[in-house]
């Protein structure tokens, strides 16, 4: 198991930008896949981005293709998600999850867009 500490949410301006970052403790965060999963209100939830154990794949919904960038530092024992671009639509609360559905989840950071 791993314990995972999300940060950087916050309010944005449309076109804004915000740095996600989540810091693990506990197992080998090298060894994960890490991920990045939304929940907007009254929605349902949504992965929105993902990267392998070594960083050398990546993956985005087509909702923040483009927009968004995932990254890690696994001497860090963190993962980042770059937001540019903020659209109102990006609002939500953001998790950190390792290893997938029924892995290890962070307790989330807020993201609001909003002028």
């Known amino acids: 198991q791993v314990q995972l500490v999300e940060s950087g949410g916050g309010l944005a301006q449309p076109g804004g930008s915000l740095r996600l970052s989540c810091a693990a403790s506990g197992s080998t965060f090298s060894s994960y896949c890490m991920y990045w999963a939304r929940q907007a209100p009254g929605k349902g939830p949504e992965w929105v981005s993902g990267i392998y154990s070594d960083g050398s794949v990546t993956y985005y919904a087509d909702s923040v293709k483009g927009r968004f960038t995932v990254s890690r530092d696994n001497a860090k024992n963190t993962v980042y998600l770059q937001m540019n671009s903020l659209k109102p639509e990006d609002t939500a609360v953001y998790y950190c999850?390792?290893?997938?559905?029924?892995?290890?989840w962070g307790q989330g950071t807020q993201v609001t867009v909003s002028s």
């Open positions: 999850n390792a290893g997938g559905g029924k892995g290890s």
